[in-house]
């Protein structure tokens, strides 16, 4: 079948059963694996900010509950009482969330909501998660779908729009959530978020099984690190059959945001399925604790490659200074700088959104000044489904007969030889 039919004939079907997301566990049962307890995880740091913040506000709890990612999942911040509980919030965020119906809730967990301001309601990581009226607000160019994934949706939760690999979005619950995030429309629905299904799965692999040219998965979500491990692992496990796939993504914010998921049962786990690779959603530089410094060191030593995506966003990460400590910071937690994104222009996002001469300035303050290692790809992904484009400051500086003129990093001209070239004429 050829793809364009496969589109046009499971669109409907496939955003519909993504919505409706009934949990079918039982019809497809999946082997339990034997785990370390939850004793395992007392040997996971907890920085000092996070312990006198749990004796706080959640007096009675010791470093075997905050160190148990399932304590941080049920424990999340959502309504507007627990909010007004930690935070002292503005009378713009208050407003805010109290009007907020439908998805994209606040979820915050609270080892994250650790790291933010608590009275200080333009502090970055704060203003990433707590709602305020600008989100009401919509922009020009704005969209519920701007990259037009439910175009592109072929089964399931499966989009389609590169030749040779497929985005899988396996769940649509996050352990907390960005007010900018892409896919705003399908995380966190309301009546309960998107739950695991084997069946809607099921429908995903054998699309899959059947599309030979796929060689590359990227599984995303929400966040599939929210699936328990024995689910992450029958995933993986039938990806892994299928021969033609030979690349596996994990697009995951846990490890930065709930570090506590990186157990040594998911090690296990992940360690199976190698070559598995893994894309790290990084906003700040406050976010690089301690906890997160030991969940990428475990992920790196179990030999998953990391790499980090961040989106560029105004008033947050949007000076060299902030990008450079960051990349910086993330070579450290060996993880390779990959992706900055412009932000993509969904409904309610402007007040995120830099001009795009911001992120050229950033990669020109970050390429040649430090290692090249540190210095992402600047992409803005095309509205309407046209894939990520790379913005870079152009070194071409014109041509002198057989020489081409080079500008280098600052800013001086160079000569190359290049008799037979026409670049620069
Ligand atoms: S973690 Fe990713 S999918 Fe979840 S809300 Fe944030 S950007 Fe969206």
């Known amino acids: 079948m050829g793809l364009e039919m496969a589109r046009g004939r499971a669109l409907k079907t496939a955003t519909r059963s993504f919505r409706k997301s009934p949990d079918d566990a039982q019809r497809a049962p999946i082997a339990k694996l034997n785990l370390p307890g939850p004793k395992a995880e007392l040997r996971f740091p907890v920085g000092q900010a996070s312990r006198a913040f749990y004796r706080r506000f959640w007096p009675g709890t010791g ?130 978020e998107y739950h695991f299904s084997t069946r809607q799965w099921a429908e995903a692999i054998a699309y899959l099984e059947a599309h030979t040219e796929v060689r590359d998965v990227l599984l995303s979500g929400g966040d599939p690190l929210t699936l328990s491990d024995d689910k992450l692992d029958w995933l993986l496990t039938r990806l892994r059959a299928i021969p033609h796939i030979e690349f596996l993504r994990i697009g995951t914010k846990m490890p930065v945001v709930t570090p506590q998921r990186v157990t040594r049962g998911l090690i296990r786990v992940l360690k199976k399925h190698h070559p598995l690779w893994m894309s790290l959603h990084f906003t700040h530089p406050n976010e690089l604790t301690r906890e997160v410094t030991e969940a990428t060191a475990r992920l790196a030593d179990a030999g998953v490659p990391l790499g980090s995506q961040t989106v560029l966003l105004k008033d947050i990460n949007d000076t060299p200074e902030t990008m450079t400590t960051l990349m910086h910071g993330l070579l450290k937690n060996r993880v390779k700088p990959y992706y900055l994104y412009q932000c993509d222009p969904i409904r309610g996002s402007a007040h995120f959104r830099t001009g795009v001469d911001k992120g050229l300035e950033i990669i020109k303050a970050l390429r040649g000044h430090t290692t090249g290692y540190a210095t992402p790809i600047f992409v803005i992904d095309a509205p309407g489904g046209g894939g990520k484009i790379q913005l870079a400051p152009d070194p071409v500086a014109g041509r002198d007969g057989d020489f081409l003129l080079l500008k280098n990093f600052e800013g001086d001209v160079y000569r190359y030889p290049d008799p037979n070239g026409t670049l620069g004429r």
């Open 63 to 192: 470093p075997a509950e905050w160190n148990d990612w399932r304590w941080q999942m049920r424990s999340r911040i959502r309504t507007l009482d627990e909010l007004a509980r930690i935070f002292r919030l503005s009378e713009d965020e208050y407003a805010a969330v109290s009007r907020h119906q439908g998805a994209l809730p606040v979820g915050i967990t609270p080892y994250y909501a650790s790291l933010m301001g608590l009275t200080d309601a333009h502090e970055a990581l704060r203003r990433t998660h707590i709602m305020t009226g600008d989100e009401y607000l919509r922009g020009a160019g704005e969209d519920d779908d701007p990259l037009s994934e439910d175009h592109d949706t072929v089964a399931p939760g499966l989009v389609h729009r590169y030749p040779d690999r497929v985005l899988f979005l396996t769940t649509g619950t996050c352990s907390t959530y960005c007010r900018y995030c892409t896919r705003s429309r399908l995380v966190g629905n309301p009546g309960g």
